[in-house]
């Protein structure tokens, strides 16, 4: 593959590729937009924070994305807007369709949202402030001066006061990330990655890139004619005539997520019969690692593209345990990432892809269920929200507590609908994940019965040599409680929207 | 061993009853596109043979497609098609639904051109109406709605049981605890809480057939190879040609029009697809795509019958139809998962399958010797597949909530039960099946 143009970091919001993990305390302000010209005003001067490093790191990030109505409500053109994903124009609450897609039904449907549920509670764009816990109080007074209040009203505002590698149900966070191919350097030949690799094309994560399967995502383009400044936008890569609007740009997903921590291990906990150590195990099951980040799978044997063996928290894949016997087929890091290759596991040569490919050869039943990850990765940037509650606090006995806690879920991605809502569907809601008869996600499931009354409700635990441990009756654990799909565009891209 | 069958029947409907009958056939539905079993015109519930079946109304939302390639389309009245696939023999199933359901049907075709209401012969006018496909993909050949439902019973009745008798007794040896689960069975079947009925003997002379079929198709095409061989130059000459000059689809799907389709997505773990398009204009297009579906048919027929079709595990039966003289293909599935799971299916686990056929579509992105590129072009592919997709007005499936792989695991669990000398380790694979 020819090597494309060299990246422009300073164009690119400074989220797609760092986490700002030292700035532990963060603020999402979910605005309308009140003034357009004071809107536009704003935005245009706002000094967002790019990719490019800085020694020694900011003090403070600010990053911005819209959503469909909000880019409308700037004067963006419609085509322009209809360029952009079908799932990002009609929005994440906006379908009733996506919602049970999703599994945004019952107690997760729109309608109950805090935002985002309606048109009126739909941001226009969202402004994520980052700061050092300290600072951050004073960085929002600074930022709310007139002219912003002016321009903008405030919806919500979504605060981390800070942002530990826990999150509330006690498992260390943010392990597991894809490796971004900045340098272009991988073929995205489809026929060449037999094997899990965690190296992820640039285009998976920005607009504008060849992604995984060496295409070009759609996305706006715009004729130079139509543009005042030539230079006002960067060139499409796959159509040199045409300037594009995406490109450095990225999808994000944002879904605030209320973690019932106490249900949870007081759930657990009752399953293991007061056990602490099978409490830990049963709650590691659930999540597919222990609490201090743990892999339940040994270190993988072989090189993994993209990881390092001394990763230990990271070098594995789900290979060498078909079965499930070291971490469950069902457990949320094993559905949200299989890790699994374009063939499953022992393809290595023409002939046995061959085989496989006519669909011969399968080692066992169940295998070759999963899709293959690539196309279905995420880069997650979410923080967490409300005061601690430690799992040996949520086992006593219900102080009156009715603090939230839990996540605000936050993902990038170049396309809503293969990498999110993949994910969230076919992986985590579907209580038939890779074959599994009758459970969805034990984080994440909703427990709405199928619609023969067919429960989704059970989380088991495979064993080695003894049927499987199945946990029936597992209770709502995570609620969604607001969420939209922003569009985050290059810096460039961003002063054109707002110019 | 049952065998399965298809049918199809298809009726060009009144000008003036299009919406008519929309109305009429979306009143059997419970949900979008998803029938109610004891519906007013087809009592599905009663019919122990069928499988899947739906109502589509066959419409060329796309005929104009075809003027890319200098040809004028031709004229394709939307027509009410009633697809099923049964156990035994269609005729049979077809005469069985006459009997119980004949004011109904009289009542959904009523709205069709060619139909009398004093028509005194319903099978008949059926019978006239009937399309054979061209290729027919069945997941597990033999497996009859009964079965399915008779073992889905025992494996949650198995289920059960076993939870209790690890909360009654913690963990037993596999073998003491298989032989508690075969008396428990034993027990329901004699309280008739659970049946396990036996498969029934092949029709007469089915085996025979099977047996034409499966060594004709080989011999016939042997016999061709040497003309084949040499004609195979010139074929794949024209072939790349074409390859580099056909026309793509440049158009997204109609945002109203992708409403309709997901309007009726997900409702059960299993989805229905329709696709209604046109085969390219001119012989060779034509000729490949007979000899692709001839590959597919025999293939499915002869070797990917037990769960599988390549790579896919998700689809319960397929079938491709040519229509209006060969200038139109219709594809119609049942699938298990979202769409765009089985869109990722299709695209990075048998691209080059669906190549195979649909490349010889009007609008297919462009392939390379017919296996390559075309739905490995992941976003035209998947805007020209939604953009000739058409919504059921009726769908029906005999066991919800159901997955083809939950029904071939129930099937292993009943094997399993009735294994006479199974090993440890099989024991032990099988307890792990519940
Ligand atoms: C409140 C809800 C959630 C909780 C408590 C949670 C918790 C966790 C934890 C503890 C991990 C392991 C750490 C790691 O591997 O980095 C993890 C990994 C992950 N989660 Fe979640 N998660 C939640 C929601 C979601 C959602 C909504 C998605 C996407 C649909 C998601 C996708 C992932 C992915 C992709 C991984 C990495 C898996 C891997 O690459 O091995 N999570 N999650």
Known sequence: MTKTTDIDYEDIQGLVRFGHGQLSASAFLLLKIADLEAARRWLNSA????????????????????????????????????????EFVSGLGGDTNRSRRLGDTGSNAPQHWRWGGSAETTPHLLLMVYADPTRLDSLLTSIREP??????????????????????????DGISQPLIDWQQQVSTDLHQRDRYSNRLALGEVLLGYRNEYGLYTERPLLNPLDVDRDDALPDAEDQPQLLDLGRN????????????????????????????????????????????GTPLIAAAGEAIDGSEPSDRQNHFTYARDPHGHGCPIGAHVRRANP?????????????????????????????????????????????????????????????????????????LGANISRQFEFVQNAWCASSKFAGLPSESDPLLGNREPLLNAAPTDHFSIPRAGAPARCIQGLPQFVRVVGGAYFFMPGIKALRFITR | MTQQSTFMITAVIRSDQLTNLQRLLRSMNQAPGFANPRNRLLPYWQMQQLHVARFTILQANTNDDIRDYGVEPSDWPPTLCFIGDVDGAADLFLAELVIRAEPGLREI??????????????????????????????????????????EQALSVALRARLNDLQ??????????????????????????????????????????????????????????????????????????????????????????HLQALVEQEDIDVSNHFNVFGQVKPGRLRLFTIKMGLLLLDYTSRHIYKRGYLTRVQTIHFARWVLLDNNRRVYFASNYDGSADSYMDDFINKVAWGL???????????????????????EQKYKRTLRRNQLPSESWYKAYPGLTAYDLARNSRIRAGLEAPDPSDSEIRSWLALL
């Open chain 1, 47 to 86: 000094a967002i924070t790019s990719a490019t490093e800085s020694t020694p790191a900011p003090q403070s990030a600010l990053q911005v994305a819209f959503t469909a109505p909000g880019l409308r409500a700037l004067g963006l053109a419609e085509d322009l807007v209809e360029q952009l994903s079908d």
């Open chain 1, 147 to 172: 002219q912003f209040e002016q321009a903008f009203t405030q919806l919500a505002e979504l605060v981390s006061r800070h942002n530990g590698p826990r999150e509330p149900f006690g498992f260390v």
């Open chain 1, 249 to 292: 740009g990225t999808y994000l997903v944002l879904r605030q997520l209320a973690q019932d921590v106490r249900g949870f291990w007081q759930f657990v906990d009752d399953q293991a019969g007061a056990d602490p150590q099978q409490r830990e195990q049963i709650a590691a099951a659930m999540v597919g690692r222990q609490r201090d």
């Open chain 1, 339 to 411: 890790r699994s290759g374009d063939f499953p596991v022992g393809v290595d040569n023409w002939l046995s892809r061959l085989v496989r490919t006519l669909g011969f050869g399968r080692r066992h039943h169940g295998d070759d269920l999963v899709a293959s990850s690539r196309f279905h990765r995420l880069l997650r940037r979410g923080r967490i929200y409300g005061v601690e509650l430690t799992p040996e606090q949520a086992l006593q006995a219900a102080a009156d507590d009715s603090e939230e806690r839990g996540l605000h879920f936050i993902c």
């Open chain 2, 109 to 150: 075709f009523s709205h069709c051109e060619d139909f009398e209401s004093d028509c005194d012969n319903l099978l008949q006018w059926l019978h006239d109406h009937s399309r054979k496909p061209s290729a027919n993909y069945i997941n597990w050949r033999g497996r009859t709605v009964l079965q399915a439902r008779e």
């Open chain 2, 167 to 256: 909360q009654l007794q913690g963990d037993l040896r596999p073998r003491q605890l298989r032989r508690q689960l075969q008396a428990f069975v034993t027990e329901e079947i004699a309280a008739r809480r659970l049946r396990l009925s036996d498969p029934l003997p092949a029709p007469a002379g089915w085996h025979l057939r099977n047996l034409i079929n499966l060594v004709g198709v080989p011999l016939a095409l042997l016999l061709l190879a040497p003309l084949m061989l040499l004609a195979s130059p010139f074929y794949f000459a024209r072939l790349r040609q074409l390859e580099e000059s056909d026309p793509e689809n440049t158009q997204r799907p109609e945002r109203s």
């Open chain 2, 355 to 377: 190549n195979l056929v649909f490349s010889n579509g009007v609008g297919y992105p462009r392939t390379r010797w017919l296996l390559k590129g075309g739905a490995e072009y």
